[in-house]
């Protein structure tokens, strides 16, 4: 049973670039959560996508968007990259919306010089 | 922002002792999760207790949970080297409306265990 799969591991841009990190969900979830985890810091929740829809939204600027597909598979997208977008990005899958319990994928280590 | 806040920041044990977490927050809640967080990699679930319940056990591991003090605390005894991670609480807040929910993580507690 496959679990959270993130890709790329790494990545490393330049100030202004644009990127897309990918993510694909537990078997049989639904439900895919990103967040950003600065170095030394908690995760901070950037959105939520269910039925190809942002459920939820946290305090992050227009230039974070993201999509889902229709095989429930994940796309961050970050636009006009700052400095202070390096982090790693964690995604996290759960079954429905009502369930509470999101498992995460080991992240993608983004890198901006 | 960070809803949660745990004490102590780090925390450092000898194997066989007891490690004992704290996590407080500011606004209701559904429930509480404990994840834990091994060198910057990706967040394993704990354990969860609902904001209807005081205390839940899960192996080695003891929740308690005030929400009239909007406090958590995480026990774990006898500890191993294996359990040296990083550990966050969690709150989970539902919006009806939506139909969803969003977690709001602390900033972690560093846990060694000293062989």
């Known amino acids: 049973d496959a679990g959270v799969t993130q890709s790329p591991t790494h990545l490393i841009k330049t100030r202004g670039q644009q990127v897309t990190l990918r993510c694909s969900p537990k078997?049989?979830?639904?439900?895919v959560s990103w967040y950003q985890q600065a170095l030394g810091q908690g995760p901070q929740f950037i959105f939520q996508y269910y039925e190809e829809e942002e459920r939820q939204r946290g305090n992050f600027p227009d230039r974070f968007s993201g999509h889902q597909f229709p095989n429930y598979s994940s796309e961050l997208n970050v636009n006009a990259l700052l400095l202070g977008d390096s982090a790693l990005y964690l995604c996290?899958?759960?079954?429905?919306?009502?369930?509470?319990?999101?498992?995460f994928g080991a992240g993608t280590r983004l890198s901006v010089l | 922002s960070q809803q949660g806040e745990e004490d102590p920041q780090a925390l450092s044990i000898q194997e066989g002792e007891n490690a004992t977490m704290n996590c407080s927050y500011k606004?209701?809640?559904?429930?509480l999760q404990w994840y834990r967080q091994n060198s910057g990699r990706g967040l394993v679930h704990l354990i969860l207790i609902r904001s209807n319940e005081r205390e839940k056990h899960s192996g080695r591991l003891r929740v308690t949970l005030d929400t009239s003090k909007k406090s958590s605390s995480l026990l774990i005894t006898a500890s191993r080297a294996a359990d040296t991670a990083s550990y966050f609480c969690a709150t989970a807040q539902v919006y009806s409306g939506a139909g969803s929910y969003q977690l709001t993580f602390g900033k972690g507690t560093k846990l060694s265990v000293i062989p």
């Open positions: 996290a899958s759960s079954l429905g919306l009502a369930k509470n319990i999101q498992y």
């Open positions: 078997s049989g979830h639904d439900t």
């Open positions: 606004t209701s809640i559904n429930n």
